[in-house]
């Protein structure tokens, strides 16, 4: 049995996640559509500490970087 992993769904919608915000103590994956601008135009795998928020931007592999 796989367990795929790195398939995370936003937590608004379904779409695959982009990146972690951390807005204050409050924790949200989040799609393209629902991230912050900032948590967009970063770079994958590239993090931000933002005074009470906190940013990380997922790596760039498109599968999860699982092969076979
Ligand atoms: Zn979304």
Redesign the pocket.
């Known amino acids: 049995m796989d367990t795929p992993t790195h398939n995370q769904?936003?937590?608004?919608?379904?779409?695959k996640?982009i990146g972690m915000q951390i807005l204050g103590c409050v924790a949200q994956e989040?799609?393209?559509?629902?991230?912050e601008k900032m948590l967009v135009e970063m770079k994958p795998g590239e993090r931000k500490d933002w005074g009470e928020c906190y940013f990380i931007r997922y790596g760039g592999e498109p599968n999860g970087g699982e092969t076979k």
């Open positions: 769904r936003c937590d608004f919608c379904a779409k996640t989040v799609c393209e559509d629902h991230a």
